[in-house]
C-alpha cells in the first residue's frame, strides 16, 4: 500500500527547536510547489490559535501552516493540552474541549486518544505530498512510554520514520543523543534515522568531528549542523519560556507575567517596535512606577491568576498607576480581571466561585457557557483603525463600560472603556499584530510604530527556510520521508 512520505522531527529535550525547523522546512518546500502540511500529536502549550474549522490548535502549528501556505486546521494538533493548574489541564481533542483531568488521570487514559490522533494524521494524509511531524519533548523520557500518543508511540503506529534533533547551545549535546540511542528500547531505535544539531553558534565545520563521534557511537546519519539563526526571534514563540523584554527603549509598556498566561504572542508586535521599552515584570518584583501602559495579557485560570496578581501587591501598583493618568489594556483574560466580579459558577477553570475583580472596569464577568473560538475583523473604536484578530475564550461581559466597547467588530461590539479613555479591555487577541491599530496605539503613547509585523514574520520565514537549505541536507531527509512508501 502506498503511503504519503512523512518525517517525523523528536527532540533530544524540550525547546531545542523542533517547532522552528518544522517550520522553516514547511516554507522551503512549499516554496518548491510541493503540499507540505504540518502535524504534532499532541502539544501543551497556552498559546494558542484559533483554525479555518472553528477549533483551536497550538499556536506553533498555526505557524507552521502560515509557513507552509497552508489553511491551519484542527487536525494539525489533534490533542492540545493547556495547564490550568500545577496538576491538571484542559485537554482539547480535534479542536475542542474534552475533558480537564489532572496529569495521572490523563497519564492513565491518554492512550484513549491514539484513535482520533491517527484520524487526523488520515485526513491530512488524503491532502498532502508530504507531512512534516513534530514531537514533544523527548523519546529519552522511558517513564512516559506507556501509552504514549507525542513520540514512538505515534511514529510506530503511523510508521513514520523519525530524525532527532539536539541543541548544541545547552551544552552535552553528544550525550544528549548518544544518551536517547543508549535509552531507546530495539523496536524504537529501528524508527531512528539520524540527527540534526541546532543553534550552533560559530563556524559549523568546527562541530564535524563530534558529528562523526556521534554517528559512529549510534551508527544514525547526521543530516546537518544549523548555525544560530537570529531572525528566529521575530518567530512567535511556541511557549512562556520564549516570553521575553523587548530591545527597544522609550515609552515603558509593563506587563505582569500571570501564571497561566495564555496567546502572549499578542505581546510579540510590541516587543520589535524600537520606540517601545516592553518590560516582563516577573513575581516579586513591582509594576515600575515610569510605566507609560500597563497591559494584563491573556490567562488560561483567570481567578487563580487575579488571585496571584493581588498576592503580588499589584493591584495596589496598578491603581497607583491609574492615578498617574497611566493606560491599561485588558486582553480577554486580562479585560476579565480589570472588572468588577469574576464568576465561576460551574467550576470550569478550577474550584466553583467568585472573586472582585480589579475595579478598573465597571464590568462583570461570568465563566460559563460555550467557548468561543472565531476569526474576527472590524475597527477601534477611538481611532477608527482597522483591527483583524481572533477570540478564544470562555465567558461572557457585562456592564455600563460596555455602552464604550474598545472595538467594533463584525461579530458586534467588543470589550469596554472608561470615560476617560485610560483604562480598556477587549476579548480580541492579535489586536497589535494590524498596523494600523498599533501606530494609532503608540501615537496615543507618545511614540511612533516601525515594524510592519506580518511582512517581518513572512520574511523571517523566508530567511529561515534559505538558513536550513544551507545547512541542512535537505534531500537526505526528504529520502527519508518517502521510505515510509516503501515499507
Known amino acids: 500500500m502506498s503511503r504519503t512520505p512523512a518525517l517525523m522531527i523528536q527532540g533530544t529535550g524540550s525547546n531545542v527547536g523542533k517547532s522552528v525547523i518544522v517550520a522553516g522546512l514547511c516554507r522551503l518546500l512549499a516554496r518548491e510547489g510541493i503540499t507540505v502540511m504540518p502535524f504534532k500529536p499532541q502539544n501543551m502549550s497556552n498559546n494558542a490559535a484559533v483554525t479555518s474549522d472553528g477549533g483551536e490548535i497550538g499556536r506553533a502549528q498555526a505557524l507552521q501552516a502560515q509557513a507552509a501556505k497552508a489553511p491551519a486546521s484542527v487536525h494539525m494538533n489533534p490533542v492540545l493540552l493547556k495547564p490550568q493548574t500545577d496538576v491538571g489541564s484542559q485537554i482539547v481533542v480535534q479542536g475542542k474541549v474534552w475533558g480537564t483531568m489532572k496529569a495521572a488521570e490523563y497519564g492513565a487514559r491518554k492512550a484513549e486518544l491514539m484513535a482520533p490522533v491517527l484520524e487526523s494524521f488520515a485526513k491530512l494524509e488524503a491532502e498532502a505530498d508530504l507531512i512534516l511531524v513534530e514531537g514533544a519533548g523527548s523519546p529519552a523520557e522511558i517513564n512516559l512510554r506507556a501509552g504514549d500518543i507525542a513520540n514512538m508511540g505515534f511514529a510506530r503506529a503511523a510508521n513514520v520514520p523519525v530524525v532527532l534533533c539536539a541543541d548544541i547551545d545547552r551544552g552535552g549535546v553528544i550525550a544528549s543523543v548518544v544518551g536517547t540511542h543508549a535509552l531507546l528500547p530495539p523496536d524504537d531505535l529501528a524508527t531512528i534515522h539520524g540527527f540534526f544539531i541546532n543553534r550552533f553558534r560559530g563556524d559549523p565545520s568546527l562541530f564535524e568531528d563530534g558529528l562523526h563521534e556521534i554517528e559512529e557511537r549510534t551508527g544514525w546519519s547526521g543530516f546537518g549542523v544549523i548555525p544560530w539563526f537570529d531572525q528566529a526571534q521575530d518567530l512567535p514563540a511556541e511557549d512562556v519560556l520564549g516570553l521575553a523584554d523587548g530591545d527597544g527603549e522609550g515609552v515603558v509598556i509593563a506587563v505582569p507575567r500571570l501564571g497561566r498566561i495564555a496567546n502572549f ?65 485588558g486582553l480577554c483574560g486580562g479585560y476579565q480581571m480589570l472588572g468588577r466580579t469574576v464568576a465561576d459558577p460551574n467550576g470550569v477553570e ?138
Open 265 to 329: 504572542e499578542d505581546l510579540d508586535p510590541l516587543r520589535m517596535e524600537s520606540g517601545i521599552d516592553l518590560r516582563i515584570i516577573e513575581p516579586g518584583a513591582p509594576l515600575p512606577p515610569e510605566a507609560d501602559c500597563v497591559i494584563l495579557p491573556g490567562s488560561k485560570a483567570t481567578m487563580a491568576d487575579l488571585a496571584a496578581f493581588k498576592a503580588e501587591g499589584w493591584d495596589i501598583d496598578l491603581a497607583a498607576h491609574v492615578r498617574r493618568g497611566g493606560l491599561v489594556v
Open 350 to 487: 478550577g474550584e466553583a466561585g467568585s472573586m472582585t475583580g480589579l475595579g478598573l472596569l465597571d464590568v462583570q464577568t461570568v465563566l460559563a457557557g460555550d467557548k468561543t473560538t472565531r476569526f474576527t475583523k472590524g475597527t477601534a473604536r477611538e481611532s477608527g483603525a482597522e483591527v483583524s484578530g481572533y477570540e478564544i475564550h470562555l465567558g461572557d461581559t457585562t456592564g455600563e463600560d460596555c455602552a464604550r466597547p474598545m472595538l467594533w467588530l463584525d461579530s458586534g461590539p467588543d470589550g469596554a472603556m472608561t470615560v476617560d479613555g485610560r483604562v480598556m479591555g477587549t476579548y480580541m487577541h492579535g489586536v497589535f499584530a494590524s498596523d494600523a491599530f498599533r501606530a494609532a496605539f503608540l501615537t496615543q503613547l507618545g511614540a511612533r510604530r516601525s515594524v510592519a509585523y506580518r511582512a517581518r514574520v513572512e520574511a523571517a520565514l523566508d530567511g529561515l527556510a534559505d538558513h536550513l537549505d544551507r545547512h541542512l541536507d535537505v534531500d537526505g531527509l526528504l529520502a527519508v520521508a518517502r521510505c515510509r512508501q516503501e515499507q
